[in-house]
């Protein structure tokens, strides 16, 4: 799908297909957005890619802590000095990152500390020209936020909201109609031409999911599975 915005990058990382954003505020300053990058390899193309467009990176938010969604954490901390911002009702969420990969068995950096705790429901995170208002979506995790740009109509949104599917609730601080309510609340009440940006799979909009997501039914108020 085209993007309505050319400033917003999409890459694809670790073992789990994750997607990494980077927001390019347009005044050669950037923002990452689950920094999933988990290899040498990724990680250097992460780099060249700011290099290459003379940005830099200025800030690190989380949707949530699922460690698909933080294995480059550390590695950002380190090389750009930048801390990752969570909504604090996810520390849960963070806290059982490292735990979970050694149940998945999957190598992972230690977390870092955590920067200034992401503000609640209805406040604004500025990156430069775009101003991202933060709203609380649990379901999939307990204290997942999604990203919504109203003036350029994109939603950053995590693993709330796929492009033909929705999260998986079956993981800890999971909750199926928890989910269901954050959709037609936070997601579905936005317009139509809304892009939603998910953490896994091609970008939708909120008019295409409306229609033909077969996981939230027409009422908005419970999954058909
Ligand atoms: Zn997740
Ligand atoms: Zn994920």
Redesign the pocket.
């Known amino acids: 799908m085209q993007k309505k915005i050319n400033e917003l990058h999409t890459f694809t990382f670790n073992a789990f297909s994750e997607q990494t954003y980077l927001l390019d505020h347009g005044n050669g300053e950037a923002t990452v957005f689950d920094p999933g990058m988990s290899n040498v390899a990724e990680r250097e193309y992460f780099d060249s890619f700011l290099a290459d467009n003379g940005l830099t990176l200025v800030g690190c938010l989380l949707t949530?802590a699922?460690l698909?969604?933080v294995m480059g954490a550390n590695w950002i901390a380190s090389k750009y000095g930048l801390l990752p911002r969570l909504h604090p009702s996810d520390v849960p969420t963070w806290d059982m990152a490292e735990k979970s990969a050694q149940l998945y068995g999957i190598p992972m950096d230690p977390l870092p500390s955590r920067g200034e705790d992401l503000g609640d429901q209805g406040s604004i995170v500025e990156c430069g020209k775009f101003n991202l208002e933060i709203r609380l979506a649990p379901g999939?995790?307990i204290g997942?936020v999604v990203f919504v740009c109203h003036e350029h109509e994109f939603v950053i949104g995590?693993?709330v909201l796929f492009n033909g599917s929705i999260?998986?609730t079956d993981?800890p601080g999971g909750n199926a109609s928890t989910l269901a309510h954050s959709i037609t609340e936070q997601l579905y009440t936005l317009p139509d031409s809304f892009e939603v940006h998910p953490?896994h799979g091609p970008s939708t909009t909120v008019g295409k999911e409306k229609a033909f997501n077969p996981y939230v039914n027409s009422e908005g108020t419970g999954m058909i599975q």
Do not use: E, N, S, T
């Open positions: 949530h699922h698909d969604h999939h995790c997942h995590g693993d999260g998986r993981l953490g």
